[in-house]
């Protein structure tokens, strides 16, 4: 996990520790509690500074970790996506949105627990057309009261659950990949891993950490179908 925070208000940091700034504190406080709660240890922490927030390349450094949290499955989290629209001119929040949702899977907050591609409808209109500086609160921390070994099953039970969710992705692109297959024998004939890769990439189709296909990855992932069929 990588903790996201944005500062919008007061001075400007000059320098990477930011817990003691005013627009961080309650921030840190709410990663904090999450990361205790996960029993998680040693969770690097980005941040930006933008006292407005036209579009994502105002963000640099949260376009950075989500480019990397894609390559790497990983996610980044941040205390309440509100905070992102609250700072953005609502002409330009719909572009925003659309960009952010192309990081779906890999972009979560705790305020809502959810994923930013599995929000739901009124929600995403709620901060799209609103002023969502009327509806931050402070995210209270999970009870503390759990034992050790409730947190380390809480913990095993998320690692299971974001290794199923990438295998479910492996698979679908595996599929994929074997229809492209299938598709471009009917009219070429048999075709060669790197064939197939060029023509993934033509079409647009991306790895599950949205990379280009070779055909070391191609044959990688057909060799997944050979599996689930065995």
């Not at 961080?24 to 406080?29: G, H, L």
């Not at 209109?125 to 921390?141: A, E, F, G, Q």
């Not at 598709?183 to 993934?200: C, D, F, H, P």
Request: aromatic content about 6%.
């Amino acid at each position: 996990m990588i903790g996201y925070i944005l500062l919008t208000h007061g001075p400007k940091p000059g320098s990477t520790n930011i817990r003691n700034h005013p627009a961080s504190r309650q921030q840190v406080a709410n990663l904090k509690a999450f990361v205790d709660a996960m029993n998680w240890v040693d969770v690097p922490v980005v941040f930006d500074y933008a006292r407005t927030v036209p579009s994502l390349s105002a963000l640099p450094n949260l376009e950075q970790s989500l480019e990397r949290a894609r390559e790497q499955s990983n996610t980044v989290m941040i205390d309440d996506f509100r905070r992102i629209f609250s700072n953005c001119p609502r002409e330009r929040r719909v572009d925003l949105y659309s960009r952010l949702m192309g990081y779906g899977g890999f972009f979560r907050d705790i305020q809502t627990r959810k994923d930013i591609g599995d929000l739901g409808r009124n929600y995403v209109s709620m901060m799209l057309t609103t002023d969502p500086r009327r509806y931050l609160k402070i995210v209270t921390p999970p009870s503390p009261s759990r034992s050790l070994e409730e947190r380390r099953d809480q913990t095993r039970n998320a690692t299971q659950a974001s290794v199923e969710t990438r295998a479910r992705s492996a698979d679908q692109k595996a599929a994929g990949l074997q229809k492209l297959r299938e598709s471009l024998e009917k009219e070429e004939g048999k075709v060669s891993l790197n064939r197939l890769a060029q023509a993934a990439n033509d079409a647009g189709v991306k790895t599950t950490r949205g990379g280009k296909w070779t055909a070391a990855n191609v044959g990688r992932t057909l060799k997944r179908l050979d599996t689930l069929e065995g």
